[in-house]
């Protein structure tokens, strides 16, 4: 497996890479132009081209045009097809080699790579007709070539109609995050297209536009030709414009380093991180990113040097989905296009009492793709921790008038010890106390937390084991199952009489609590796992124990007749139920909703994070009619007084409605049957818990179990948790456990000649990694081998 591919910098090799607004637009002649240039007044430096693909018959490929014209620059092609056609179709047609993507740009960045340990100079890298034109493997080029991230010269159009091809191949390549440092194109006396776009582009984008004469008319005489081509090339070549266009690149190309190394000093004066004690942050311990594309960040070197063949920027793989957002990975062409068509059409319009389509879309798209009866309305807002707010005061004034309480009555909430459902004052009184908010002048926990069994895989077995309070309670120490599968196929384990001793210490609990004046108005649960408190794997039958035994016995929490009708699995009944699947929703397990795996329906439910595949904030709380009613009113101040500037933001509901019906699309293709195959169990057969999958393979998993240094492991769906022992006896958010672990992937490895390495999070002891929905098994497998090593030093 070749390494993943980094962007190409370095610090004394200026590369740029040659756009063309059209075919038939001049970039040969330009980049032959740049090309003499550069090798003229630059001496002794190396200026150097490269033809990732050409097509058309070996005469009157661009690198022999290149290498006729010029006698200090040295050019070359990686992939040379016969027919003069589109990439695509002459790769298609040839009997040559045709490489992914993934394999050209492997080989544009070893073929840099190896220029760069020459020494200083240029390399101009040119395209193949047009910004869209289609690569060998059929995508096109504005996309494949996205993750090298080099600057670009953009040749534009001068003929008629080339005003708007230029505009619109420009807006193409920024809009897929590509720096335009600059736009040539021929002097055209007929159409003047020059005159129009250098004002254009210097008012509204700072870009330079240089133009040239145009070249001479072809002559029938080749050797007529070959000497007026050369005569105009040595006058276009010393032309003041030539000069100031490269001296323009030199210093952009300076800047950009510059920039680069000095961003983390600037920023450790400047910014006040999250979930950060600065005190224990130096400056060099600031990751610098470049860009991002797919899993990967591009990240500054953490020791560039003065070398100029030291690449400055290598790739890291974002183990944390860039705090559990990504789906589709970084820089998706496809969602950043639905931004810019909302954007463009709407930009952000206010929500009170109006509707636009982006935001009706999702809202029916959701309700749709949850499959719950019980769910009918859709409340915008912008993160998850105002969502989660926003669904305790659906439920607390459900629950309040259902039992007849007043105002004044303090309600709390019902969950599980290590909840966390965000850091706004009302979310954090949600959990009980702890790291996240003990210190919190305004924090009133107000609620009853229970402990849990979780699921861990320890030393090549899966166990559901007990927390030492639990224990007194059920006098056992867990249980042992062969597959994780068989942990969650929750109905069998409830027919078999699992649930009964989880469902007898709940009610008993319950009932103390009530006896001590304990007043409740909602029941709030991450379903399966519980993130930010540790990424704790919940067994899952004790979860919907606790679902049950709450809707079943509404005579714990208040007076009033509360039952549902026979046959009812619409109204809500003993507290209305919360689902938290911010973190563990929209496919993150593997399912569209985690509350697939407990076979339970809540009747509220807060999605974000993977809505809009890490694009743009956005959160919705899902509810139940039977909620909604407890705000109709004729008092106005009966109304759900909550919202936001942004709510229902256009941007937002149509990257989502775009990274839902992608993933949605990906599970009805079967994209990620490879992960299903690699962590199934031969021969098990199950009638229910077939959709218990991982992206991280079971011999992985079990291999990891079995280090000594690792007390329990877990993986579901694209997440992956690792708790680590320790030996200084913390546990928990405060532990330094998995610290070192962290570190080695930090380090990470070079291969072929290119480093990269694992960006991560800790939470205490448990060192998480997840990847995105489009994550590849390749890239699965060489984080694994990582990790693999990491855990054997």
Known sequence: ????????????????????????????????IL????????????????????????????????????????????????????????????????????????????????????????????????????????????????????????????????????????????MR??????????????????LYLTDYFAERHGIPVKSLAAPPERQESIILDRSHMQDYYEVACTDTTTREILEHLDTRHQQRILRLESMAEAAHKQIWYPFTQQKHLPADKITVIDSARGDYFQTLSPAPGAESGQALLNPSF????????QGLGHADPQLTL?????????????????????????????????????????????????????????????????????????????????????????????????????????????????????????DGEWVVELPADLREHLGNGGQKFETLSHVFNVKHREDRGESQKYEAYIVETLKKLQQKGHRFGALMLEPVVLGAGGMMLVDPLFQRTLVSVVRQHPELFGTAECTASEGDETTWTGLPVIFDEVFTGLYRLGRFSAASFLGVHPDISVHAKLLTGGLVPLCTTLASESIFEAFESDDKSDALLHGHSYTAHAVGCQVAIESVGEM??????????????????????LTEGEGVWSVWSNEFVDFVSQRQSVDGIWALGSVL??????????????????????????RGVEEEGTKWNVHSRVLGNVLYLMTGQKTSEESVRKVQSLLSRALKA
């Open 1 to 32: 497996m070749p390494p993943p591919v980094g962007s190409l910098l370095w610090r004394s090799l200026r590369a740029y890479q040659i756009y063309g607004a059209n075919t038939e637009v001049g970039k040969t002649v330009f980049t032959t």
């Open 664 to 685: 949605q699309k990906m599970d009805a293709r079967g994209d990620w049957a490879w992960a299903k195959k690699a962590s199934s169990t031969p021969g098990a057969k």
């Open 338 to 458: 639905a931004a810019a068509y909302a954007a463009g059409r709407y930009g952000h319009v206010m929500f009170a009492e109006a509707v636009h389509e982006p935001a009706l879309a999702l809202a029916e798209k959701l309700l749709k793709g949850m499959n719950n009866p019980r769910l009918t309305r859709v409340f915008f807002s912008d993160n998850g921790s105002t969502g989660a707010e926003v669904a305790v005061k659906m439920a607390l004034r459900a629950a309040r008038l259902r039992y007849g309480w007043d105002t004044s009555s303090k309600l709390g909430i019902l969950g599980l010890k290590g909840s966390y459902h965000g850091d706004t004052i009302g979310a954090m009184d949600c959990a009980e106390p702890g790291t996240f908010n003990e210190k919190v002048e305004w924090y009133e926990g107000k609620g009853h937390w229970l402990d849990y069994p979780t699921v861990v895989c320890r």
């Open 177 to 194: 995050g590509y720096d335009v440092e600059a736009v040539m194109l021929f002097q055209e006396d007929k159409y003047q297209n020059y």
């Open 318 to 325: 974002d183990g944390s989905a860039s705090w559990w957002t």
């Open 721 to 746: 948790a690792i708790h680590m022992r320790s030996e200084d006896g913390a546990a928990g958010y405060k532990s330094n456990a998995a610290r070192d672990l962290q570190a080695a992937l930090l």
């Open 35 to 174: 090309c003499k240039a550069a090798a003229e007044f630059w001496k002794p430096e190396k200026t150097t081209y490269l033809k990732p693909v050409s097509t058309g018959p070996l005469n009157e490929a661009d690198d022999y045009h290149i290498g006729r014209f010029t006698s200090d620059v040295s050019p070359h092609t990686l992939f040379q097809y016969d027919l003069a056609v589109s990439p695509h179709i002459a790769a298609g047609v040839s009997n040559k080699f045709v490489p992914s993507d993934e394999s050209l740009l492997s080989k544009i960045h070893a073929f840099a790579s190896e220029r760069a340990a020459q020494g200083p100079g240029w390399l101009f890298v040119e395209t193949a007709g047009g910004v869209h034109s289609p690569g060998p493997m059929g995508n096109t080029q504005a996309d494949m070539y996205m993750p090298l991230r080099l600057p670009v010269v953009l040749i534009g159009d001068s003929k008629l109609g080339g005003i708007s091809q230029t505009i619109s191949s420009y807006e193409s390549l920024k």
